[in-house]
């Protein structure tokens, strides 16, 4: 039987962090579901689908891997497309007490649906979207942290602004 996952999150943008724990979540599930949760973020730099359209380029090798959004509970989502479990990455300690609250409580609305941690590879774990944002407004050099075309388009995006 299908092996399902979903990763969900804000990649606003995505990131090689993002983009490495999606890697390794297709390498083991025979269908992964990358999802842009569209109801925490309060000002996203990118739109919803803008952001689907970049995940969509970078991950273009990656036969198994599907992008779509959501504004729901990440719970509902995963029980519509029938997932054995979410996926999501881990940075550090700091990552951790979110993660577990979160997790509890996915498992609090259904306890089939497991939760999988992946750690981050080193030279990642200082890396997140709001930094490289952060970074790449002031026009610092974000070469190699994210896929060339995220930092074409948030060029672009500061540019324009
Ligand atoms: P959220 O807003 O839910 O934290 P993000 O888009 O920031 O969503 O992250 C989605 C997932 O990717 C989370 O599990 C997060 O921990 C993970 N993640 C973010 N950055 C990295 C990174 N550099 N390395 C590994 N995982 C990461």
């Known amino acids: 039987m299908n092996k399902i996952a979903v990763v969900p999150g804000s990649f606003d943008p995505i990131t ?4 490495d724990i999606v890697k390794r979540a297709a390498d083991i ?10 109801n925490s973020m ?3 730099l ?12 970078v991950t273009s090798g990656m036969p198994n891997v599907k ?9 509902d989502y995963a029980k519509k497309r029938k997932a054995d479990a979410i996926v999501r ?23 089939h649906i497991e939760t999988f941690f992946i ?28 896929p060339e075309v995220i930092e074409t388009a948030l060029k672009e995006k500061f540019n324009s602004k």
Not at 49 to 55: A, F, G, P, Q, S
Not at 119 to 126: C, G, I, V
Not at 140 to 146: E, F, Q, R, S, T
């Open 16 to 19: 090689n962090g993002h983009l």
């Open 29 to 38: 599930f025979d269908e992964v579901y990358v999802v842009v949760m569209n």
């Open 42 to 44: 309060k000002n996203p």
């Open 46 to 57: 990118f739109n919803v689908d803008e952001r689907m359209d970049l995940i969509s380029q």
């Open 67 to 75: 992008v779509d959004s959501s504004s729901g509970l990440l719970i």
């Open 89 to 111: 990455g881990l940075r550090a300690i700091s990552d951790f007490e979110y993660e577990m609250q979160i997790t509890s409580m996915n498992r609090f609305l259904d306890e």
């Open 119 to 146: 750690m981050t590879k080193n030279q990642y774990s200082f890396l997140s979207s709001s930094i490289v944002k952060e970074v790449s407004r002031y026009g610092g050099d974000i070469h190699g942290l994210v």
